[in-house]
């Protein structure tokens, strides 16, 4: 991730303005964009929260760019806090979701003894659970606030 590109990218100055117009089109109170720890979601939320920035300077507005960053995502090369700061990120939400998951989980095989099955989840059930509930939030929390759910 090299922020000096991302501010030179003639794609991404073209998605901000594509974005900038889409906020206002819809009257949306903000973007939500979700990180998950890949090369393509980090130049997202830079252009979310450019396209906000701009937004905000041009027209005085008080547009809101929610960085929300998945639990289970993964950060090899940068830090969450690096990012957060490389990519001027002014409001990053990061929900820990593994009690509520972990609660889930459990429900699901006491279910399954309840059905004689003496079995637990699968580790790819527990990630789809996972995920599923990450958006689920995502999407719960865009709708509530009026805000364009963004995700790669």
Do not use: W
């Not at 979310?48 to 289970?72: P, R």
Request: net charge negative; aromatic share 8%.
């Amino acid at each position: 991730m090299m922020l000096t590109q991302l501010k030179s990218d003639i794609n991404v100055l073209q998605s901000i303005d594509k974005l900038k117009l889409e906020l206002v089109e819809q009257k949306k109170a903000g973007i939500l964009v979700i990180v998950d720890g890949s090369a393509q979601s980090y130049t997202s939320a830079y252009i979310c929260q450019q396209a906000i920035n701009q937004l905000n300077e041009a027209n005085k507005n008080d547009y809101i760019c929610f960085s929300y960053f998945l639990d289970s995502a993964l950060f090899e090369q940068y830090s969450k806090q690096d990012i957060i700061e490389q990519l001027q990120l002014q409001h990053p939400i990061n929900l820990m979701l593994e009690d509520a998951l972990d609660e889930l989980v459990l429900e699901v095989e006491y279910s399954y003894k309840k059905l004689g099955m003496s079995r637990h989840m699968t580790l790819k059930a527990k990630q789809q659970l996972s995920y599923s509930l990450a958006m689920q939030t995502a999407e719960a929390i865009a709708l509530d606030m009026n805000m364009l759910l963004f995700a790669c």
